[in-house]
C-alpha cells in the first residue's frame, strides 16, 4: 500500500524552495516530509494514485514507473501541473538529491525539482522530463535516460531542449543508435564531447539542424537519419553496426 | 540590416495562403480547419502535404493529401494538447515517393481561434495560458513567436485580457514597450522588407499603421540608442492614442465602475 499523490500548494512550493535555498547554503537538514500531507502545504489530487517506496536505479526506471502510475490520468492534468510534479519530487528527494558522503546534499537549480511549465525549463525537472520523453519515445530512447535518476543526462538536455529534435522519433532514436552502447548499457565515452568534435552529438545537432531544412524528418526512421549523416559520422556508425 | 539567404531550393508559402482554425470541443479534444492556398507556386501535383502541430513536447502530423488533391484528414484532433494552449501550426509540400525532401514550407502560423477576431485578420500577439504562479502575465520573447502568457489559474483571464479596461490601459502599453524593445534595441531590427514573413518585420509594420511613419534607426551607438528609445515611446503612444487607453483607464477608474 502506497501514499496518495497530492499536489503541494503555493505554500507548500514555497517551503520546498526555502528547503532546497538552504542546502545550497550547506545545511544538512532533513527532507520537510510534513509538506507532503500537511493540509496547508499540500493539497488532494483530483485523482487516486498511490505511489510506492522504490529505488530507482536509472531515470528509466522513474519515467517507467511515473507514467505507469499516472496513465489513468487525463494528460492534460499531468502536463504543467507545478503542484504534482513537486509534490513527487520532494516524495523521491533522497533519489534525486542524494545526501553525500559528507551528509550535505547538492540540488542545483530548483526548476531540476519544482517545475517550470516554460519550454526553456520545463525538460530540466528531474522527473517530469524524464516522464515526458517516456512518454514520445517508450524505450526507444536509452541515450536520454542514461544515469541516476539525479542527474541531468547530458543527451537528455541538449536533445529535450530543441522542440524539433525532442519530438522527432527518427531523430531521437537516430541519436540512440549511434551514442548509446547496448551491450553496456550506457552511453558511449566521448559521445557528448563539448567540443565540436566530428561525429560527436554536438555535431549531430548541428547536422541535423541542418538537414531538417532540406528533408521532412519526421516522416523518417532513425536508420534513415542515420542514412543522412555526412562522412565523420562513419566511425560511430560502423560501431553502431551499419557501415 | 540582416539578409537571409536560401540555399536549400525549397520555396516559401506565404502566411497569406494559409489559414489554420481552432475548433474547440464541448467534450473530447480540439481539431482544427484548415484552408491551404499553393496556386502558383509551380510545385508538383503528386507532391504530398503535412501539416503538423507543434508545442514544446507536443507533435501531431497530419496528410492533407497531395498538392492536386488536397484532402483534409478526418482526424484533426489536436489529442491531449490542453484546449487553452498555444499551438503552431507548420505546413510542409515534400517529394513524393522520394528522399522526402521538402519542397515547400510555412512555419509558425498562429492558429485562430472562433471566438477571437475574424479569421482573415493577422494575430500578432497570440495569448498562451500557463501556470505562471503569482504573475498574472509575462511577455514570451523567446519563443518562435511572441506571445502574451496569462495565468491559467485565474478565472475568466481570457476575458479579462480582452476586454477589463484596466488590464487593457495597463498590460498592453507595457507589452508594446517589450516587444519594440527587443525588436529595435536588442535585435537591430530596424527594416520591416528585411524578411516580411518574420514576426519582427510584422511589427514594424504594425508600428507603421499605428501612424508611426519614420523607420527606427538602425546603429548601437548611444546616440542612436537614444533615438530608438524615442521611437518606441512614439510607437507605444501610438499605439494607446489609437485604442483610446487613457479614456477607457479614467472609465475604469471612476465611481460605479469596477
Same mark, same amino acid.
Given at each position: 500500500?502506497?501514499?496518495?499523490?497530492?499536489?503541494?500548494?503555493?505554500?507548500?512550493?514555497?517551503?520546498?524552495?526555502?528547503?532546497?535555498?538552504?542546502?545550497?547554503?550547506?545545511?544538512?537538514?532533513?527532507?520537510?516530509?510534513?509538506?507532503?500531507?500537511?493540509?496547508?502545504?499540500?493539497?488532494?489530487?483530483?485523482?487516486? !494514485?498511490?505511489?510506492?517506496?522504490?529505488?530507482?536505479?536509472?531515470?528509466?526506471?522513474?519515467?517507467?514507473?511515473?507514467?505507469?502510475?499516472?496513465?489513468?490520468?487525463?494528460?492534460?492534468?499531468? =502536463?504543467?501541473?507545478? +503542484?504534482? @510534479?513537486? @509534490?513527487?519530487?520532494?516524495?523521491?528527494? =533522497?533519489?534525486?538529491?542524494? !545526501?553525500?558522503?559528507?551528509?550535505?546534499?547538492?540540488?542545483?537549480?530548483?526548476?531540476?525539482?519544482?517545475?517550470?511549465?516554460?519550454?526553456?525549463?520545463?525538460?530540466?525537472?528531474?522527473?517530469?522530463?524524464?516522464?515526458?520523453?517516456?512518454?514520445?519515445?517508450?524505450?526507444?530512447?536509452?541515450?536520454?535516460?542514461?544515469?541516476?535518476?539525479?542527474?541531468?543526462?547530458?543527451?537528455?538536455?541538449?536533445?529535450?531542449?530543441?522542440?524539433?529534435?525532442?519530438?522527432?522519433?527518427?531523430?531521437?532514436?537516430?541519436?540512440?543508435?549511434?551514442?548509446?552502447?547496448?551491450?553496456?548499457?550506457?552511453?558511449?565515452?566521448?559521445?557528448?564531447?563539448?567540443?565540436?568534435?566530428? +561525429?560527436?552529438?554536438?555535431?549531430?545537432?548541428? !547536422? !541535423?539542424?541542418?538537414?531538417?531544412?532540406?528533408?521532412?524528418?519526421?516522416?523518417?526512421?532513425?536508420?534513415?537519419?542515420?542514412?543522412?549523416?555526412?562522412?565523420?559520422?562513419?566511425?560511430?556508425?560502423?560501431?553502431?553496426?551499419?557501415? | 540590416?540582416?539578409?537571409?539567404?536560401?540555399?536549400?531550393?525549397?520555396?516559401?508559402?506565404?502566411?497569406?495562403?494559409?489559414?489554420?482554425?481552432?475548433?474547440?470541443?464541448?467534450?473530447?479534444?480540439?481539431?482544427?480547419?484548415?484552408?491551404?492556398?499553393?496556386?502558383?507556386?509551380?510545385?508538383?501535383?503528386?507532391?504530398?502535404?503535412?501539416?503538423? *502541430?507543434?508545442?514544446?513536447?507536443?507533435?501531431?502530423?497530419? %496528410?492533407?493529401?497531395?498538392?492536386?488533391?488536397?484532402?483534409?484528414?478526418?482526424?484533426?484532433?489536436?489529442?491531449?494538447?490542453?484546449?487553452?494552449?498555444?499551438?503552431?501550426?507548420?505546413?510542409?509540400?515534400?517529394?513524393?515517393?522520394?528522399?522526402?525532401?521538402?519542397?515547400?514550407? %510555412?512555419?509558425?502560423?498562429?492558429?485562430?481561434?472562433?471566438?477571437?477576431?475574424?479569421?482573415?485578420?493577422?494575430?500578432?500577439?497570440?495569448?498562451?495560458?500557463?501556470?505562471?504562479?503569482?504573475?498574472?502575465?509575462?511577455?514570451?520573447?523567446?519563443?518562435?513567436?511572441?506571445?502574451?502568457?496569462?495565468?491559467?489559474?485565474?478565472?475568466?483571464?481570457?476575458?479579462? *485580457?480582452?476586454?477589463?479596461?484596466?488590464?487593457?490601459?495597463?498590460?498592453?502599453?507595457?507589452?508594446?514597450?517589450?516587444?519594440?524593445?527587443?525588436?529595435?534595441?536588442?535585435?537591430?531590427?530596424?527594416?520591416?522588407?528585411?524578411?516580411?514573413?518574420?514576426?519582427?518585420?510584422?511589427?514594424?509594420?504594425?508600428?507603421?499603421?499605428?501612424?508611426?511613419?519614420?523607420?527606427?534607426?538602425?546603429?548601437?551607438?548611444?546616440?542612436?540608442?537614444?533615438?530608438?528609445?524615442?521611437?518606441?515611446?512614439?510607437?507605444?503612444?501610438?499605439?494607446?492614442?489609437?485604442?483610446?487607453?487613457?479614456?477607457?483607464?479614467?472609465?475604469?477608474?471612476?465611481?460605479?465602475?469596477?
Amino acid at each position: 500500500m502506497g501514499d496518495l499523490v497530492r499536489i503541494l500548494t503555493d505554500e507548500g512550493i514555497r517551503s520546498f524552495r526555502e528547503y532546497l535555498a538552504s542546502l545550497r547554503a550547506g545545511a544538512s537538514d532533513n527532507p520537510p516530509w510534513e509538506l507532503l500531507s500537511d493540509f496547508r502545504s499540500s493539497a488532494n489530487f483530483d485523482f487516486n !494514485v498511490e505511489v510506492e517506496d522504490l529505488e530507482f536505479s536509472t531515470g528509466l526506471d522513474a519515467a517507467k514507473y511515473l507514467y505507469e502510475i499516472l496513465s489513468t490520468v487525463e494528460y492534460s492534468r499531468v =502536463d504543467q501541473n507545478v +503542484g504534482l @510534479w513537486s @509534490w513527487l519530487s520532494l516524495k523521491y528527494i =533522497d533519489q534525486l538529491c542524494p !545526501v553525500r558522503r559528507n551528509g550535505s546534499r547538492r540540488p542545483g537549480q530548483d526548476y531540476r525539482f519544482i517545475l517550470e511549465p516554460e519550454f526553456r525549463y520545463y525538460y530540466r525537472h528531474l522527473l517530469f522530463g524524464a516522464y515526458t520523453v517516456f512518454r514520445l519515445h517508450g524505450s526507444k530512447a536509452p541515450l536520454l535516460f542514461d544515469g541516476p535518476p539525479s542527474e541531468m543526462n547530458k543527451f537528455r538536455l541538449e536533445l529535450a531542449c530543441r522542440q524539433g529534435f525532442i519530438t522527432n522519433k527518427g531523430i531521437i532514436e537516430a541519436a540512440s543508435l549511434l551514442y548509446y552502447d547496448t551491450q553496456r548499457g550506457r552511453a558511449k565515452p566521448g559521445a557528448a564531447a563539448t567540443t565540436r568534435k566530428p +561525429g560527436t552529438l554536438f555535431r549531430f545537432i548541428d !547536422v !541535423v539542424q541542418q538537414l531538417d531544412l532540406t528533408y521532412d524528418l519526421h516522416s523518417m526512421t532513425g536508420e534513415q537519419v542515420l542514412n543522412l549523416l555526412p562522412k565523420e559520422f562513419d566511425e560511430w556508425r560502423r560501431e553502431a553496426g551499419r557501415p | 540590416m540582416i539578409r537571409k539567404f536560401n540555399y536549400t531550393g525549397r520555396k516559401r508559402i506565404a502566411r497569406s495562403r494559409v489559414n489554420i482554425e481552432i475548433i474547440p470541443a464541448k467534450t473530447g479534444p480540439t481539431s482544427f480547419e484548415a484552408s491551404i492556398n499553393l496556386s502558383g507556386l509551380t510545385l508538383p501535383k503528386n507532391a504530398e502535404i503535412f501539416i503538423e *502541430a507543434y508545442r514544446r513536447s507536443f507533435f501531431r502530423r497530419f %496528410a492533407f493529401g497531395t498538392v492536386s488533391q488536397i484532402t483534409p484528414p478526418k482526424d484533426r484532433s489536436l489529442g491531449d494538447l490542453d484546449p487553452r494552449a498555444l499551438a503552431m501550426f507548420r505546413i510542409k509540400v515534400v517529394e513524393s515517393a522520394g528522399k522526402g525532401r521538402i519542397l515547400a514550407v %510555412a512555419d509558425r502560423i498562429i492558429p485562430h481561434r472562433t471566438e477571437d477576431e475574424p479569421a482573415n485578420k493577422m494575430c500578432l500577439l497570440p495569448v498562451d495560458f500557463v501556470d505562471l504562479g503569482q504573475s498574472i502575465w509575462r511577455l514570451d520573447l523567446l519563443s518562435d513567436w511572441p506571445s502574451l502568457q496569462l495565468n491559467i489559474r485565474i478565472e475568466d483571464i481570457r476575458e479579462i *485580457a480582452r476586454s477589463n479596461a484596466h488590464f487593457l490601459s495597463l498590460v498592453y502599453p507595457e507589452v508594446v514597450r517589450q516587444i519594440f524593445y527587443k525588436i529595435v534595441v536588442e535585435e537591430d531590427h530596424t527594416d520591416s522588407q528585411t524578411d516580411p514573413e518574420d514576426w519582427m518585420s510584422q511589427w514594424l509594420v504594425f508600428a507603421n499603421l499605428l501612424g508611426v511613419k519614420e523607420v527606427p534607426p538602425s546603429g548601437v551607438t548611444e546616440p542612436i540608442l537614444q533615438d530608438k528609445l524615442k521611437w518606441i515611446d512614439d510607437a507605444v503612444e501610438a499605439f494607446c492614442s489609437n485604442n483610446k487607453m487613457m479614456e477607457k483607464f479614467a472609465q475604469a477608474m471612476s465611481p460605479g465602475e469596477k
